[in-house]
Protein backbone atom coordinates (compact mmCIF):
# COMPACT_ATOMS: atom_id res chain seq x y z
CA UNK A 1 0.00 0.00 0.00
CA UNK A 2 2.64 2.17 0.36
CA UNK A 3 3.46 3.01 -3.53
CA UNK A 4 0.00 3.20 -4.28
CA UNK A 5 -1.42 6.12 -5.61
CA UNK A 6 -3.73 8.45 -2.60
CA UNK A 7 -6.83 7.55 -4.46
CA UNK A 8 -6.30 3.49 -4.34
CA UNK A 9 -4.95 3.50 -0.94
CA UNK A 10 -8.24 5.25 -0.11
CA UNK A 11 -10.11 3.02 -1.88
CA UNK A 12 -8.68 -0.39 -0.60
CA UNK A 13 -9.25 1.47 2.77
CA UNK A 14 -12.58 2.08 2.79
CA UNK A 15 -13.27 -1.61 1.11
CA UNK A 16 -11.15 -3.54 3.26
CA UNK A 17 -11.39 -2.06 6.92
CA UNK A 18 -8.43 -1.73 9.13
CA UNK A 19 -9.20 -4.81 11.20
CA UNK A 20 -6.91 -5.97 14.24
CA UNK A 21 -5.13 -9.51 13.96
CA UNK A 22 -2.64 -8.79 16.85
CA UNK A 23 -2.06 -5.51 19.88
CA UNK A 24 0.50 -4.48 17.23
CA UNK A 25 -2.25 -3.73 13.99
CA UNK A 26 -2.52 -0.63 12.90
CA UNK A 27 -6.20 0.17 13.03
CA UNK A 28 -6.16 4.07 12.64
CA UNK A 29 -6.18 5.48 9.23
CA UNK A 30 -3.81 8.27 10.12
CA UNK A 31 -1.01 6.21 11.96
CA UNK A 32 -1.35 3.69 9.22
CA UNK A 33 -0.89 6.86 6.80
CA UNK A 34 2.30 7.71 8.62
CA UNK A 35 3.55 4.55 8.37
CA UNK A 36 2.89 4.18 4.95
CA UNK A 37 4.68 7.42 4.24
CA UNK A 38 7.83 5.90 6.63
CA UNK A 39 7.65 2.76 4.68
CA UNK A 40 7.69 4.54 1.18
CA UNK A 41 10.62 7.05 1.94
CA UNK A 42 12.59 3.80 3.64
CA UNK A 43 11.95 1.60 1.08
CA UNK A 44 11.26 -1.19 3.03
CA UNK A 45 8.42 -2.14 5.17
CA UNK A 46 9.01 -3.84 8.85
CA UNK A 47 6.34 -6.05 10.90
CA UNK A 48 6.56 -5.95 13.84
CA UNK A 49 3.77 -8.93 14.55
CA UNK A 50 1.30 -7.05 13.41
CA UNK A 51 -0.50 -9.75 11.89
CA UNK A 52 0.94 -12.60 13.61
CA UNK A 53 2.13 -12.67 16.99
CA UNK A 54 4.27 -14.88 16.53
CA UNK A 55 6.46 -13.56 13.31
CA UNK A 56 8.39 -10.22 12.44
CA UNK A 57 9.06 -9.37 8.72
CA UNK A 58 11.21 -7.12 6.46
CA UNK A 59 9.77 -6.86 2.84
CA UNK A 60 10.70 -4.39 -0.03
CA UNK A 61 9.12 -3.71 -3.21
CA UNK A 62 9.50 -5.32 -6.86
CA UNK A 63 9.34 -3.31 -10.10
CA UNK A 64 8.65 -4.16 -13.30
CA UNK A 65 9.93 -1.99 -16.72
CA UNK A 66 7.37 0.70 -16.00
CA UNK A 67 8.23 1.46 -12.35
CA UNK A 68 4.88 -0.26 -11.27
CA UNK A 69 5.34 -2.54 -7.73
CA UNK A 70 3.97 -5.79 -8.87
CA UNK A 71 5.80 -8.15 -6.23
CA UNK A 72 7.50 -8.15 -3.20
CA UNK A 73 10.72 -10.02 -1.51
CA UNK A 74 10.58 -10.59 2.42
CA UNK A 75 11.98 -12.54 5.11
CA UNK A 76 10.55 -13.26 8.16
CA UNK A 77 11.48 -14.91 11.31
CA UNK A 78 10.13 -15.98 14.35
CA UNK A 79 10.22 -12.89 16.87
CA UNK A 80 12.30 -14.63 19.39
CA UNK A 81 14.75 -15.13 17.05
CA UNK A 82 14.39 -12.45 14.33
CA UNK A 83 14.65 -9.24 16.91
CA UNK A 84 13.99 -5.93 15.70
CA UNK A 85 18.04 -4.87 15.76
CA UNK A 86 18.30 -8.56 13.37
CA UNK A 87 15.21 -7.05 11.14
CA UNK A 88 17.15 -4.15 10.61
CA UNK A 89 20.90 -5.43 9.69
CA UNK A 90 18.90 -7.83 7.21
CA UNK A 91 16.93 -4.70 5.71
CA UNK A 92 19.67 -3.72 3.49
CA UNK A 93 20.26 -7.32 2.41
CA UNK A 94 16.29 -7.70 1.50
CA UNK A 95 16.26 -4.22 -0.24
CA UNK A 96 19.37 -5.05 -2.27
CA UNK A 97 17.69 -8.72 -3.60
CA UNK A 98 14.39 -6.49 -4.70
CA UNK A 99 16.42 -4.06 -6.32
CA UNK A 100 18.38 -6.76 -8.42
CA UNK A 101 14.85 -8.84 -9.06
CA UNK A 102 13.42 -5.41 -10.14
CA UNK A 103 16.46 -4.46 -12.36
CA UNK A 104 15.97 -7.58 -14.43
CA UNK A 105 12.32 -6.78 -15.19
CA UNK A 106 13.52 -3.91 -16.46
CA UNK A 107 13.63 -1.55 -13.81
CA UNK A 108 16.59 0.83 -13.93
CA UNK A 109 19.23 0.64 -11.62
CA UNK A 110 19.89 3.71 -9.25
CA UNK A 111 23.69 3.02 -10.01
Do not use: W
Request: hydrophobic fraction near 40%; include cysteine.
Amino acid sequence: MAFMEAEERERVIREKGLARYTDNTITAKRALIQELNRIKEQGYAMSNAGHDELIRAVACPVRDHTGAVIASVSALGVITRMTAERALQIADPVKKAAAEISQQLGYPSKH
